[in-house]
């Protein structure tokens, strides 16, 4: 079964920049029908922030759209998160999704990596 793996988290001030990676044990990421980006912050529940599918579409919440850039590497199998212009609502702890035969598979998740927004 498909296995994935946040790393990138850390603490940064409001304005700056951050990028997280989703690596997954996929041997060709173009089989994969799509990887998730969510995200939860302390005391609320879990939000889907981006999504990337192997047929090329991505999509945002609107919370973040202009900010957030989700992008692949096929090859290495592996899904960045390139956020930008951080802001205190960014703060959470950041988890990969992925979704092996379509839209219905609940997918599998990583223990995720927290991302703290902060002056």
């Known amino acids: 079964q498909l296995q994935v793996m946040e790393s990138g988290g850390g603490l940064v001030q409001p304005g700056e920049s951050l990028r997280l990676t989703c690596a997954t044990s996929?041997?060709?990421?173009?089989?994969?029908?799509?990887i998730n980006w969510y995200r939860q912050a302390d005391g609320k529940q879990r939000e889907l922030v981006a999504t990337?599918?192997?047929?090329?579409?991505?999509n945002y919440a609107n919370s973040v759209k202009g900010r957030f850039t989700i992008s692949r590497d096929n090859v290495k199998s592996e899904v960045y998160l390139q956020m930008k212009d951080l802001k205190p609502e960014d703060t959470g702890v950041y988890y990969c999704n992925g979704q092996v035969w379509g839209p219905r598979d609940s997918g599998s998740w990583g223990q995720g990596t927290r991302v703290t927004v902060s002056e």
């Open positions: 996929a041997k060709d990421l173009r089989t994969i029908y799509a």
């Open positions: 990337s599918t192997n047929g090329d579409t991505t």
